[in-house]
């Protein structure tokens, strides 16, 4: 952190407001794990509608957008069934040159502790429901992949996603950041761990990176970190930095952010640098009795 011109933008929960509510009371009723993106003036948003368990988990993908980046319209909605998925979790949302839009979605295997990444590609974001699904990040037996953070950087893409082993089928919930590059975004290649958890800690179980952007010549990335399988879905923000995309530190001795409820799960931050300087953020964020909405704030220059 020495030497930073100004503070990372940090979520500070207090200074945020609702974007999409619980979809019901309770534990297991999220709103969340959103991406994104800033196209042509208008907030492009693409977040998972979670049921508890018994109600089916990840049921929905929604696209939505904005003008005012606060009050969003859905303009579609992708179901797990489309995917053949058990449950559906974070997604990504990007735009090639030519102007289509790209949705990898986050596919639970049925009957398995396994992910992959599959996409859709279609002229307009109302199209994208109807589009053939396209295999991108297939995993296999040995570790399941899933939540990428996919951005366009020159003439290439780079991506920084979740890695869980499959090796102990009762600590599946362990992950890691894995980052990969591609020319085209649909075939990647893997090239190192970005961040791996630490040995001990708040984050010694798992660190899934969520954002990543750059200052100056280093690279920042704010992550969901937890310390047991405890937290699983209760995961708090942490932040990282390093020299390149690969081989990220994580600073500090704690999370740099968390909700005041619960056991404070603050998740999935979604960081959107904008035209004045400042930025957006999307986050999901456990609320008083337990369900997780969707939260954003703006973050603005000092």
């Not at 794990?33 to 049921?59: I, K, N, S, W």
Request: charged fraction near 20%.
């Amino acid at each position: 952190m020495e030497g930073m011109a100004a503070p990372p933008p940090i979520p500070r929960f207090g200074a945020s407001q609702v974007v999409v509510p619980a979809p019901g009371p309770g534990p297991g009723n999220w709103a969340g794990a959103a991406a994104a993106l800033l196209t042509d003036g208008v907030m492009h948003l693409a977040y998972r509608v979670r049921r508890p368990e018994e109600q089916g988990r990840g049921v929905d993908v929604v696209v939505a957008r904005s003008a005012d980046q606060v009050a969003f319209e859905p303009v579609a909605v992708i179901s797990k069934d489309l995917l053949g998925a058990e449950s559906l979790e974070r997604p990504a949302l990007a735009r090639t040159p030519d102007g289509h839009w790209r949705l990898y979605l986050s596919c639970a295997t049925p009957g398995t502790k396994h992910w992959r990444v599959e996409l859709l590609e279609a002229a307009s974001l109302e199209a994208l429901p109807a589009a053939r699904p396209r295999m991108v990040l297939p995993g296999d037996t040995g570790a399941a992949v899933k939540d990428p953070v996919i951005i366009r950087r020159g003439s290439g893409w780079e991506m920084w996603a979740c890695i869980h082993p499959l090796d102990d089928p009762g600590a599946t919930d362990r992950m890691w950041t894995s980052h990969a590059v591609s020319p085209d975004g649909l075939v990647w290649r893997w090239d190192g761990i970005a961040l791996r958890p630490r040995a001990s800690g708040w984050d010694a179980r798992g660190t899934r990176v969520t954002a990543v952007w750059r200052r100056g010549g280093a690279w920042m990335a704010l992550y969901d970190g937890r310390a047991s399988a405890a937290e699983n879905f209760e995961e708090r923000t942490g932040l990282a930095t390093g020299t390149s995309p690969v081989g990220l530190t994580a600073n500090g001795e704690g999370p740099v952010a968390a909700s005041p409820h619960g056991r404070g799960g603050l998740r999935y931050v979604s960081l959107v640098p904008l035209p004045f300087g400042g930025y957006r953020l999307y986050y999901e964020a456990t609320r008083e009795d337990g369900a997780h909405e969707l939260r954003t704030e703006l973050v603005t220059p000092v």
